[in-house]
């Protein structure tokens, strides 16, 4: 079955960096769509970036847009993210998901279906 794993959160100061994984199994990975999502204490979860592992197409939130980089390694089954100069308001539980190509909004966050378990971030002096 799908499986998403997500790794590298922790304890950061401000203009910190980390860099997370999203391993996965259980489908075709090189034709799948994968968000980061993240949720902070009392807020919903929000989309926040999106890449196609089968063109390496991506997608920024404005809020995340020049400090954040999504990657992809095929060969790993693996989707990472580089987070430099972190902010207090980065603090949030981050999520990877799941999507088929052409079928999921990355602006919104539509169209994801299948959820990792989540790692948490904290940006704090």
């Known amino acids: 079955q799908v499986q998403l794993v997500e790794s590298g959160g922790g304890l950061v100061q401000p203009g910190g960096s980390l860099r997370l994984s999203c391993g996965a199994s259980?489908?075709?990975?090189?034709?799948?769509?994968i968000g980061w999502f993240r949720q902070a204490p009392g807020k919903e979860r929000e989309v926040f970036s999106c890449?196609?592992?089968?063109?390496?197409?991506?997608y920024y939130a404005d809020s995340v847009k020049g400090r954040f980089t999504i990657s992809i390694d095929n060969a790993k089954k693996t989707v990472y993210l580089q987070m430099n100069n972190l902010k207090p308001e980065d603090t949030a539980v981050y999520y990877c998901?799941?999507?088929?190509?052409?079928?999921?909004?990355?602006?919104?966050?539509?169209?994801?279906?299948?959820w990792g378990q989540g790692t948490q971030v904290t940006v704090s002096s």
């Open positions: 998901a799941l999507g088929a190509p052409g079928a999921v909004e990355c602006r919104t966050g539509l169209g994801f279906r299948s």
């Open positions: 259980g489908f075709t990975f090189e034709n799948s769509a």
């Open positions: 890449i196609s592992t089968r063109d390496g197409s991506t």
